[in-house]
C-alpha cells in the first residue's frame, strides 16, 4: 500500500518569504507527526495530531510555525517570514494511533533559506 | 535531561564483523514502548522494531537482534555479520503513551560497514 507522502520533495526559498509543506499519511493512520532534522542531527519534534483532539504544538520552535490536518488525512506545515536557520530537512509520520505505536516516515522535505 | 541517549555517534567496522549499538532510556511510567529506526544515505527513516516494557524477551530477526534489559534500562541492537548495506544513521526512540503525545529520539549512531 501507498506509504507516507510528502511534497515538495526540495523548496528553496528567499530569506522572508512564507513556505507551505505538505504531507499525506497512511489512510487509517490518526495520528501525525512532523519532525525537524538539521543536517546530521537528531529528529526535533515539532507537532502531533490525533485524530479530531486539539494538536500538541509544544515542539513547535516559534509563533511563525503554524500546522493544519484535515480530519485525519492531509497536513500542511506553514513557515511564515522563513529564516535561514529554518533550512533543514521537515520529516512527516503517521501511526495506526498513540504513541503506542511505530511511526511511519515520509521521504522528507529539504528546505533551504537563502 | 535526555530520554534516549545513544552515547556512541560513529562507529566503523569491517565487513563480517558483528556490532552492537547502545541505547539506554530514562522513564518513571511502567507502559512505554521502544522503538529502532534505520535512517540510510537517502534519507527516509525505517522502521525496524517496537517493543512494549512488559516484554523483556530477546528478538531476532534475520541478521538483527535487540536485547531488552530493563534492569539496565536498555534496548541495545546488534548486527551480526555486518554488510556494507547496513551503513546508515540508526535511532533508538522511547514513547510514554499514557504520559504524553512524544516520541523521544536519541541523537543517533551512524555506523560506517567498510568493504
Known amino acids: 500500500g501507498a506509504g507516507v507522502s510528502q511534497s515538495p520533495s526540495n523548496k528553496v526559498t528567499e530569506k522572508g518569504k512564507d513556505v507551505e509543506l505538505r504531507c499525506d499519511p497512511i489512510s487509517g493512520h490518526t495520528a501525525l507527526y512532523w519532525y525537524r532534522q538539521r543536517l546530521g542531527q537528531g529528529l526535533e519534534f515539532l507537532i502531533y495530531f490525533q485524530g479530531n483532539s486539539a494538536p500538541d504544538k509544544s515542539g513547535l520552535p516559534s509563533d511563525r510555525f503554524s500546522a493544519e490536518r484535515t480530519g485525519e488525512s492531509v497536513s500542511t506545515l506553514t513557515i511564515q517570514r522563513t529564516q535561514q536557520e529554518d533550512s533543514a530537512v521537515y520529516l512527516c509520520a503517521s501511526s495506526i494511533t498513540s504513541t503506542a505505536y511505530e511511526q511511519y516516515f515520509g521521504p522528507g522535505t529539504r528546505l533551504t533559506v537563502t | 535531561a535526555q530520554k534516549v541517549t545513544q552515547a556512541q555517534t560513529e562507529i566503523s567496522v569491517v565487513e563480517k564483523e558483528d556490532v552492537t549499538l547502545d541505547c539506554v532510556y530514562e522513564?518513571?511510567?511502567?507502559?512505554?514502548?521502544l522503538f529502532w529506526y534505520k535512517q540510510p544515505p537517502s534519507g527516509e527513516l525505517v522502521f525496524l522494531i517496537r517493543r512494549n516494557s512488559f516484554d523483556e524477551q530477546n528478538e531476532i530477526s534475520g541478521r538483527y537482534s535487540w536485547n531488552f534489559q530493563k534492569s539496565t534500562s536498555s534496548f541495545n541492537f546488534t548486527i551480526t555479520a555486518s554488510q556494507v548495506v547496513d551503513s546508515a544513521v540508526y535511532f533508538c526512540?522511547?514513547?510514554?503513551?499514557?504520559?504524553?503525545?512524544?516520541?523521544?529520539f536519541g541523537t543517533g549512531t551512524s555506523l560506517t560497514v567498510i568493504p
Open positions: 522513564t518513571r511510567d511502567t507502559t512505554y514502548y
Open positions: 526512540a522511547l514513547s510514554e503513551p499514557n504520559t504524553g503525545n512524544q516520541f523521544y
